[in-house]
């Protein structure tokens, strides 16, 4: 299985976030990529390279243009004001203002499109967030190309992401940029499976609509758990997308076992939806460590997981999201790959 990695995640390290109510260090730390690549040499998985570069028409095939612009320019514009520290939003446009007008200053660009301020702008965002881009593209380039599976260890993460703003960590969605890459490239059909502990809610939002792309999520309920607003099990797709989105909410405290047993529904309807190839979302924040995170899975289910992936026989690339147990996430992403290279064997 081919790793496809960039050492530019360095230059986007935020020195905090806003977490109930007090700035803290941010949870979403270089730190994980570098022990989820130490693992993964250590699994002897395969060789690991350097992503191609993709143009920003790419990008533009899921988010909106005048976004990308505003990641490439907030910088600037931040530092601009005399400004030193990290960008954050500090105010939003919630219900009963308008969300149609993109404001001209930063301070209200950074609200306009966000959800949260978890995801810190800073000198060397832009570049990780490309970079990171690249990563899931390349490795949708190498299924396309005919490989089996492929890793794009990408960080910063995507799945929070939509098509015109940032959240949770994420600023651009580096699996769905993925999943559309292989529609452009023969795919007729590619499906997307979360195993975050969080709700891919920019995911769904990307494709909701859509009948090609196949949307699945297990994650923590949103009821009492982030996003909040997105990730119910009623959610199953509009128009032409209407059955292609399931969403499976789990309480807090839901076992190994447990979550297998909704994995395995999941799976089954992936196996319905007959993909060509596979997208997964890989966190592994439902880590019974994690510290923000409230599920309570050992590195034998991480390992499960990957074999119940491989059961499915499709072309699949695994994409890196959540995980914040730093010191253990690498066993745990390690287990799943291992998992899924012996059950596809």
């Not at 941010?26 to 989820?36: G, K, L, N």
């Amino acid at each position: 299985m081919l790793t496809i990695y960039s050492d530019d995640h360095r230059l986007h390290h935020g020195a905090a976030e806003l977490y109930r109510g007090r700035m803290v260090p941010c949870f979403e730390m270089p730190s994980r990529v570098d022990q989820v690549l130490e693992a993964v040499r250590a699994a002897g998985l395969g060789d690991v390279v350097a992503p191609d570069r993709f143009d920003r028409a790419v990008l533009a095939r899921v988010h909106a243009d005048d976004y990308l612009t505003f990641l490439e320019t907030a910088w600037d514009e931040w530092t601009a004001l005399g400004e030193t520290g990290d960008a954050l939003p500090a105010t939003w446009p919630a219900r009963g203002l308008r969300r149609d007008v993109p404001p001209q200053h930063i301070d209200g660009k950074l609200g306009f499109y966000s959800v949260d301020a978890s995801g810190p702008i800073t000198a060397g965002t832009w570049t990780a967030v490309r970079s990171a881009a690249d990563c899931a593209l390349t490795g949708a380039q190498t299924i396309a190309g005919g490989a089996a599976s492929a890793f794009a260890l990408c960080r910063p993460p995507g799945h929070h992401a939509s098509a015109r703003t940032m959240g949770g960590f994420c600023y651009l969605n580096n699996a769905a940029l993925a999943a559309q890459y292989l529609r452009d490239h023969g795919a007729a059909r590619v499906a997307v499976l979360d195993v975050d502990y969080h709700h891919g809610n920019g995911t769904q939002d990307i494709f909701y609509e859509r009948g090609d792309v196949y949307f699945t999520s297990l994650h923590g309920d949103p009821q009492v758990e982030y996003p909040y607003f997105l990730g119910h099990a009623d959610e199953c797709g509009a128009g032409e997308g209407l059955g292609a989105n399931r969403n499976y909410p789990l309480p807090w405290g839901t076992s190994g076992a447990d979550y297998l047993a909704a994995l395995d529904q999941a799976i089954a309807g992936i196996a319905a939806f007959a993909p060509d190839p596979l997208v997964v979302s890989l966190g592994v924040d439902t880590f019974a460590e994690d510290p923000i995170s409230h599920f309570k899975l050992r590195v034998d289910d991480f390992t499960a997981i990957g074999q119940r992936i491989a059961s499915l026989g499709r072309p699949t690339l695994f994409v890196m999201e959540g995980g914040y147990a730093v010191a253990d996430i690498g066993i745990n992403v390690a287990a799943v790959l291992t998992g899924f290279v012996a059950g596809a064997a």
